[in-house]
């Protein structure tokens, strides 16, 4: 039985994840960070009924030796790194956090398969961020980065590491560029859950307004099970490489907020309000990838639609506030 490792196994990817390694018969060990409240915390997977099959290891990956003992005694098959600080605007307020986690997390865990697991397959979960203010229409794996904020940053100098230890050390590492991706287990900070949530919130008169950031900005927008599905292709290869994984088609704020409302037979229009506080010290304008190396030697598609996953969402918000009422 194949056995793997994930970090941030209590996040979105990794809860899609873990379902995916399941289903696929591995067993399948999670990175527990605990703080607390361990119960909550692994709420995701629980909503993919998978808590009972995830074995939790508890660790962190700002502890080095932490790693070092949980890899000698997990001796994984796949590793797949997830766990970051990964909110943007936060990255502004606690840029040295995002920097510990983030990108010397990284560099720990990179550390450790090379002292305890070095013939161990590695997944990096690297950023479209990183590509920032870019300077082609549609990003691809030869793009050069721009980052636009301390998150990005970290992503960018994780993303480099891998690459070395791959050169240096002959690691089997993939970066997987990951552009956004969503789906009901998305943390409610990010903009399309917030929107999602605002929307059902809205139709069942629970609140009137959704006070939002930069309507302009644009991202290629996924479906989270189908991108880690991306990653997992990644590590069956012959090769170790760097993929983007990405839809092609970017869409504004603007255009998240009319698809999500007209869901609920509303005009965005009326609700959506723009307040500077959700506004960001640098934005980046548009992001969209060109996943073409992913959709040629991985034989990898998206099978969500943007439109699909919204009322997906949507549905799942009404679900819950109802449940709540
Ligand atoms: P990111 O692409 O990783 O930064 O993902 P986010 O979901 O946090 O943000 C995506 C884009 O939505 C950024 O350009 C934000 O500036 C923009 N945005 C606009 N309003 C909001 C908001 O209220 N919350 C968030 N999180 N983002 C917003």
Redesign the pocket.
Known sequence: MARALITGVTGQDGAYLAALLIEKGYEVYGLLHRHGGSEAVQDRLRRLNCTGSVRMVDGNLIDLSSLIRLLQKVQPDEIYNLAAQ????MSWDQPLLTTQVTAIGTANMLEAVRIASPTARYFQAS???MFGRAETQAQNEDTLFHPRSP?ASAKVFAHCLVQNYRDAFGLFGCNGIMF?HDSPLRGI????R?ITDGAARISLGLASEL?????D?R?DFGHARDYVRAMWLMLQQDKADDYVVATGRAAS?RDLCRIAFAHVKLDWEAFVKVDAA???PA??DV?VGDATRARTRLGWVPQTSLEDMIAEMVEADLKRWRANA
């Open positions: 990964s909110f943007v605007r950023s479209s961020e998150y956004n900070e990010f903009v399309l917030k006070p939002m950031g930069n309507l900005a991202r704020i959700f506004l960001r934005d980046v992001t």
